[in-house]
């Protein structure tokens, strides 16, 4: 695995946690 690749891995999971972190805010994830 290169160094980019890895670069591209890590943007690709954070940017994944991102959606996640904005998708709590969303009524849509409350769990009961």
Sequence with gaps: MTLTDEVLRLKQISGL???F???N???A???R
Aim: aromatic residues 16%.
């Design 21 to 23: 972190q904005e998708e």
């Design 25 to 27: 805010f969303s009524p």
């Design 29 to 31: 994830w409350t769990v």
């Design 17 to 19: 946690t991102e959606l």
